[in-house]
């Protein structure tokens, strides 16, 4: 069983920055970042493979970087010029083989909120 534990969410003004992190119990394949936004169903915001390879939503593209730590089994999700329609809850995936696919471990989430 795998273990996800986020952190780095918060409350930003609109243009700002965050980074959120991950850190896996296991090593991991892929790892990825979804949110879900009030009343909306739950997206794929950006995920990365053990080699590097990256998919992002059209949304955040040039906004969002992934990255991972591989040694320290950790994704991270820097988030630049945030925008209020980034508010939601974001959580951390890991499990699948495939980038624009979840697998089958969740984190518990960690709220972003992005005040205008």
């Known amino acids: 069983q795998v273990q996800l534990v986020e952190s780095g969410g918060g409350l930003v003004q609109a243009g700002g920055s965050l980074r959120l992190s991950c850190a896996a119990s296991g090593i991991i394949f892929t790892m990825g970042w979804y949110r879900q936004p009030p009343g909306k169903q739950r997206e794929l915001v950006a995920a990365?493979?053990?080699?590097?390879?990256?998919n992002y939503a059209d949304s955040v593209k040039g906004r969002f970087t992934i990255s991972r730590d591989n040694a320290k089994n950790t994704v991270y999700l820097q988030m630049n010029s945030l925008k209020p329609e980034d508010t939601a809850v974001y959580y951390c995936?890991?499990?699948?083989?495939?980038?624009?696919?979840?697998?089958?471990?969740w984190g518990k989430g960690t709220l972003v909120t992005v005040s205008s």
């Open positions: 995936n890991a499990g699948s083989w495939l980038l624009s696919q979840s697998g089958a471990y």
């Open positions: 990365i493979t053990n080699g590097g390879s990256t």
